[in-house]
């Protein structure tokens, strides 16, 4: 009996011991409001999500300043700068570096590759991080690449995970902003590689019915020409 209950308390401590690593390393979700944070960046202090209300913004993460893959990173984004504010969305960078040194590396990159990055960056003591899940103790003590697509309520859309040897594709960063707002706007979903899904092309998709009337309507109403289903379930159109 009482080697049963020591091994009862090992696990029981262990499950505690997990418990409390979740707890300091959780992270938001999905439909979670971004966490209100007060922070230092290259272009003075910002309170997030509150000063860009009616925003979209995208904050990414990246390991460290000084860094390769974190320099493509940082000019890929400032080359798509204009096409994420025609979305209506900002950009915001990060990294566990102190704030001269971020515009150290700003006048780097302007000098040496001629690109201005104009937006912010933000100065993290780590509590950034924290809150935002971004240190991952099976990838090291820097900050994972991650991205955080928010919307204009502040709400998180979308969460993406990259590993410090991989770069990101800033298109796709793009293109999420850009299908999520289309999908908002028009109550629709988006297929596959939109907009050159390999069976609907640039149609996007119409939520499924969800009881058997509005099934039965989908496919007199493609009969009718107001748009195309393979069956009731999958049906897509193109937006005007």
Not at 16 to 23: P, T, V
Not at 114 to 134: C, H, M, N, R, S
Not at 148 to 173: H, K, S, W
Request: hydrophobic share 40%.
């Amino acid at each position: 009996m009482l080697r049963v209950a020591l091994i009862f308390r090992a696990r029981s401590d262990n499950l505690f011991i997990a418990m409390d690593e979740m707890e300091k390393t959780s992270m938001p979700l999905l439909g979670d409001r971004f966490p209100e944070l007060e922070v230092v960046t290259t272009k003075g202090k910002m309170s997030l999500p509150n000063d860009l209300v009616g925003k979209w913004f995208v904050l990414f993460s990246h390991p460290a300043d000084f860094t390769p893959v974190c320099t493509t990173e940082f000019v890929a984004f400032q080359k798509r700068y204009e096409q994420f504010k025609q979305l209506n969305c900002e950009l915001i960078g990060l990294s566990v570096d102190q704030v001269f040194a971020h515009i150290k590396w700003e006048e780097w990159i302007e000098k040496n590759l001629e690109t201005t990055i104009e937006f912010p960056i933000i100065a993290d003591t780590g509590k950034v991080a924290k809150t935002l899940g971004l240190i991952h103790p099976g990838k090291g003590t820097n900050t994972v690449r991650a991205v955080f697509v928010v919307d204009a309520q502040g709400f998180i859309r979308t969460i993406l995970y990259y590993p410090q040897e991989l770069g990101r594709n800033m298109d796709e960063i793009v293109r999420i902003v850009k299908a999520l707002q289309i999908a908002d706007e028009n109550d629709v979903a988006m297929p596959a590689n939109w907009p050159e899904n390999e069976l609907v092309k640039d149609h996007v998709i119409i939520p499924p019915a969800t009881d058997t009337k509005t099934a039965k309507q989908r496919l007199e109403k493609a009969q009718q020409g107001e748009f195309e289903c393979f069956d009731w379930w999958l049906c897509h159109k193109k937006l005007d």
